[in-house]
């Protein structure tokens, strides 16, 4: 199949990419307000269901077009799902004890990993503005997350569990980079979603499910299910067509800044000196790589933007 053109689209895949991160920085605190009437496995396979029914529709134009590469996008999507629902199923477990803002800050950490994980996994190593970007950033959280550091955090086991999100997340954003640049992106949208849905309905039997249907469980699965979900993810696989895993870990990298700054907005978190001080590197580590355009990625060698050949 013909791979995409680095450069067309670019900017709006970075738009978009940023767009998701302000979305799902604003899911934390309305997750946080909606698990004392859910448990977690049930409200994560109900955000997922939500999700796969409203994405159902985008697989119409690749059955009529290109029905035979429709199972290849569905299988590509289900690998990269395996490690949505672990880092989702990770993340909400997490938020019953700990903050919605230090949860957007942990989750934050798999911008540092992301590279790693691609180096390991496909031998694409960033480049140098990529990386210098990813060092300044992870010092950003560094400052936010580290124990004491405002007289408040103390890493607990929600901590623990939200940096196992953050290795799960980091998986999840490498497999979709590599399968959205082979297969229809709508597919591999749809695949990832539909896997995270049927893992987390079928681990609802192992935690007492129960719902008490509030208006804050309510708000949150509209919120995860249809905007953090359904279009974020829809969205997200497009975007990473048009750039590479590296670089979309890092417009991430807002979202723990949009998490906190809801979490403020909302009254459940002070604005402090760590807050104001790893909010500045963290976006300065993604203006480092924004302000100068990249130079085009040499589909040669890249995996994640590389045609797929016999």
Not at 69 to 81: F, H, N, V, Y
Not at 114 to 124: C, D, S
Request: positive net charge.
């Amino acid at each position: 199949m013909p791979s995409p053109n680095p450069g067309q689209g670019k900017w709006q895949a970075d738009l978009a990419l940023a767009t998701i991160a302000f979305i799902w920085g604003t899911t934390f605190v309305a997750v946080k307000g909606a698990l004392p009437d859910v448990s977690t496995t049930y409200f994560v396979a109900l955000r997922f269901l939500v999700a796969a029914l409203c994405m159902l529709p985008i697989l119409i134009p690749v059955i009529r077009t290109e029905p035979h590469r429709l199972w290849p996008g569905l299988r590509g999507g289900a690998a990269a799902g395996l490690f949505l629902w672990a880092g989702y199923l990770l993340q909400t477990a997490g938020l019953r004890y700990t903050t919605a803002g230090n949860s957007g800050f942990l989750t934050g950490l798999y911008i540092v990993l992301v590279p790693l994980v691609g180096a390991a996994l496909y031998r694409r190593w960033p480049q140098i503005r990529e990386l210098f970007g990813i060092i300044v950033a992870g010092a950003g959280i560094l400052v936010l997350t580290m124990p004491g550091m405002d007289g408040n955090r103390r890493l607990n086991y929600g901590d623990l569990l939200t940096v196992g999100c953050a290795v799960a997340f980091a998986f999840h954003i490498v497999i979709v980079g590599y399968f959205s640049a082979r297969e229809r992106y709508e597919a591999v949208a749809v695949g990832q979603v539909a896997c995270a849905a049927v893992l987390s309905g079928a681990a609802v039997p192992f935690e007492s499910p129960y719902v008490r249907w509030s208006s804050p469980v309510i708000l949150a699965l509209v919120l995860t299910g249809v905007f953090g979900t359904a279009v974020a993810f829809t969205a997200q696989t497009w975007a990473q067509k048009y750039t590479t895993a590296t670089r979309a870990a890092l417009l991430f990298a807002l979202e723990p800044v949009f998490a906190v700054l809801t979490a403020i907005l909302a009254g459940n978190e002070q604005l402090t000196v760590p807050v104001i001080l790893g909010g500045t590197l963290i976006l300065s580590g993604i203006l480092v790589v924004e302000l100068r355009p990249l130079r085009a990625p040499d589909t040669r060698h890249s995996p994640e933007l590389r045609d797929s050949g016999p």
